[in-house]
């Protein structure tokens, strides 16, 4: 990646020369109201109140005495008063109540407050007079909610204009249009179609020759064969999986403080394959939730179900195994249900829905369906253990012939270490002898005086142990002073003791009985003893990164255990002199001494052979072996054979096949099973959503607003994803054509396409919305049936150009009386930059990749992992690949809206952010496409001229010919930047990377460096028109 120097400049000349290129009209959205049109209360302000008044003021609950559901109680008010004064909105307690200008809390309470255009609405109401039929109840309160009811196809409207209509779409949109006294827009140019067309199903821009092709076919079927093309293309894959994985909550790590890497890749594979083979969504859904209980399910229909593996997973020491696996059951059910339903169903985990109609019951009666799948328990090397989900591998068939040959192999020499003979039975006889004899070598050390440096009472005990009272300083050290056994010391041993008055048992003295140890010295009549090494039975040693020593978490033993620690020293030192022994502790979070311990010396030759015993084995070791249970006698030989001499071969051999087993490089990935069970699947409510309080025990069932399950239907995952896609379904096929739908104009026909609740917006255009729905389902739900029928229609190719009327009525285009325009998302922006400079790296699939980074994004606590830049095209791959870490997002993709992919995420919210143009313009990977680009234009362009290469470059940016007034601009603003450049060759030479092309016009090159910086920032470089 090259390294940049600027030169001080002003930054607003490249804004400006941003802007002066920019080449659409800007225009000021202004969501104004003042129109003549007669706002009828049933169509238009009576599904407001239905959404966001009628839970707290209707019928059933009428806080503060108010009701909106009858028009003569709602002109008289509550407590506080009237809330309509008919004709004078600006009077009214209701509107000041809407738009938090009232001194009380802003309505509707609890929800999200009102979009300007719905309290435009409202308040043109008011003003026309709050005309309100005393015959329009809310009749509708009582019904069940329209997302709820089955779509049936509405009958096709007729229009007037009959020869714009290309297919049943436009029919639903132009009856509005001219519902609204509206026209549609023209179609835009072909050059914008093609743009948009391929950006919205490949998400690339078309290249220059495409763009001409297209311009010049003539023939009828042009725009239909356009289609079809991009559709077949692999890329569309890629481009309809990036919001989908948004979904899924896909990443390349496990989130959390840890935050470690994950192997799942060959997920993402499957949904870009699953897109490009256009499987049924019907499938693709049954795949993801429940592929490991379909009959003999293929290693594609495994891979499918990590869908629900994206789930975070908690790797800290101190996490409870069953919480963290229950957190990871409502993130299924919370994600399952905002994905296939559009539903908050996650509101109901601590009470039954303040707004919908699902219970709390009926919330863990979903959870029982996730709550009954396939895990192990592994533990850590903190002691801490967890549920482990099953992963699967999938070796290549030469992979697959090695390994079994390497198993066959494994087998025989675990076979034989595991065997126990009497040739062992008499070695293990001798060992043991061995280790007694080494144990017995050891002498106590009775302390003659001992001091806390930082307060802590230290007390000799009867036994020479050593306990530590009073105060427990952060920081301490422990100073003992022995005399020493007369001859030949080879070692000094530390054991740390429980004790009945210390946290927990001890042996330490934090709350957990834990301690902490960062150094130990010894001193013999003033003369520094030398260790040589340090060896603990237990607990981790020689955590730089901490100044550790020794450290033991005995948080999680059921009974605490005496621990050692021999220190050998690199001289054998002669005894009869005076030991001092320095024990000092200085932890991150203090407290963390030794509390209760003891000091020993031996003249052993072995002195460590005691430690390499564990503290749990070493007591069986003191029984004699003919009283010993089962499974000390089984524990006790398991330990020797793994150490035994005789056996070291093996084990060496073992060893190796084992490496040479893992180094085969098998992939692997996360997957679901189903434990075996013939049970249906239940699960415990819990009280408040608290995992801690437990309630009634419920089986797996669905919502009873919702269609039931079938009678013979198995309540398990695979009988749940079947109910989902069944055409019973209300919600599922809306939901699903709602979000296609939001992708290609900006927002969907619901807006609120996480929520088709009560209080989620209505549909624009509902009747549109059902016949998408029940046409889904009619063609099989197929996804590129739904986008060639969208595509194709007049209604997506119109122009995007906005009329001061269509601003005036329609601000957010609602009424789609234009085709979509607005930035594309985070990945795209980089696909575009990169294919423009011709560094798009074409490659599909495979392992995620790591481009470009600033330093320091990856420098974690407690992870240690570091960001290796990729090598050849893998640093130039679409940003679908870049590696996805949970608690370190790429940075560009976060600035442009992107998510953490930690949860279950619909749609990105799009903000502009000054950040973002700095991004653009400066960021080294932004910078480095710009150096590519320029490049580009020179050797590309058809003619060497300056012209040709200014419209050469344009074309490859917004796939059209520049203007003459765009023209212009960019000829003058390469003028400028290569007159600086003349004079200030050291910056053109690192600017231009000039050495890579060899041509020597540095200044030329650096002048057009600078111009396709412009042009990879136009606004219509980023934007879908």
Partial sequence: MVQLCFRPRPMLAVVLGVSALATSALF???AQSATDQGVDFQKDVQPVFQ??????????????DLRLDKKSLALQGGVSGRPILPGKSGESLLLRRLTGEDKGARMPLGG???????????????????????????AKTTSKHWAYVKPVAPPVPAVADAKWVRNPIDNFVLARLEREKLSPSPEASKETLIRRLSLDLTGLPPSIAEVSEFVSDQSSGAYTKLVERLLASPHYGERWARPWLDMARYADTNGYEADRRRTIWKYRDWVIQAFNRDMPFDEFTIEQIAGDMLPHPSNDQLIATGFHRNTMFNEEGGVDKEEAHWTNLVDRVNTTATV???????CAQCHNHKFDPFTQREYYQLLAFFDNGAFTVKTYGDTSNKYIEPQLEMPTPEQEARRVKLNAEIGELE???????????????????AVHQASSEWQTLAPAKVASSGGSTLTPQQDHSILAGGSNPAEDTYTIEAKLPAGRITAVRLETLPHKTLPRGGPGRDAYGNFFLSEVALEMEGNELRIKKAVPDDGRMNDKKFDQLWAVDASRDEERLPRQLVLLLDTPAEGGGTLRVY???????????????????????????IVKISARLRPVLEIDPGARTEKQKNDLAEYFRANAPSLKAARDRLKKLHEERDDLGIVSTLILRERDSFDRPSTFMRSRGEFLSKGDRVWAGVPAVLHPMPQDAMPNRLGLAKWLVSPENPLTARVTVNRIWELYFGRGLVETSEDFGTQGERPTHPELLDWLATQFMEQKWSLKAMHRLIVNSSTYRQSSRVAPELVERDPYNRLLARGPRFRVEAEMIRDIALSASGLLSPKIGGPSVFPYQPDGIWDLPYNDDKWEESKGEDQYRRGLYTFARRTAPYPSFLTFDSTSREFCTVRRVRTNTPLQALTALNDPAFFEAAQALARRIIREAPQPDVKSRAVYGF???VSRAPKAGELDRILSWYKKERQYFEKHPGDAAKVAAFSQDG???????????????????????????
């Avoid at 959404?51 to 503060?64: D, F, L, N, T």
């Avoid at 296939?340 to 996650?346: E, K, M, P, R, V």
Wanted: aromatic share 6%; glycine share 6%; net charge neutral.
């Fill in 583 to 609: 024990l000092r502790h200085r932890s991150e979070f203090g407290g963390q001494s030794v509390g209760h311990f003891r000091l020993s010396v031996t003249s052993s030759q072995q002195p460590d052979q």
């Fill in 51 to 64: 959404a966001s008044c009628y839970p707290c003021h209707s019928a059933k609950i009428a806080s503060g």
């Fill in 415 to 433: 076979t034989r270490i595991k065997t126990q003979t009497p040739e062992l039975d008499a070695e293990q006889a001798q060992w043991e002898r």
């Fill in 112 to 138: 999200a407050p009102l979009p300007p255009d719905k309290i435009a609405l409202i308040r043109r109401w008011i003003d026309q007079g709050a005309q309100w039929p005393e015959e329009a109840p809310a």
């Fill in 955 to 957: 074309k490859l940016c």
């Fill in 999 to 1025: 041509n020597g016009d540095a200044a030329g090159q650096a002048a057009w460096t600078m111009v396709s910086n412009v042009l990879l920032n136009l606004d219509e470089t980023i934007t879908k028109e």
């Fill in 28 to 30: 000021s959205i202004r």
């Fill in 340 to 346: 296939w339903l559009g539903s908050t169903i996650a």
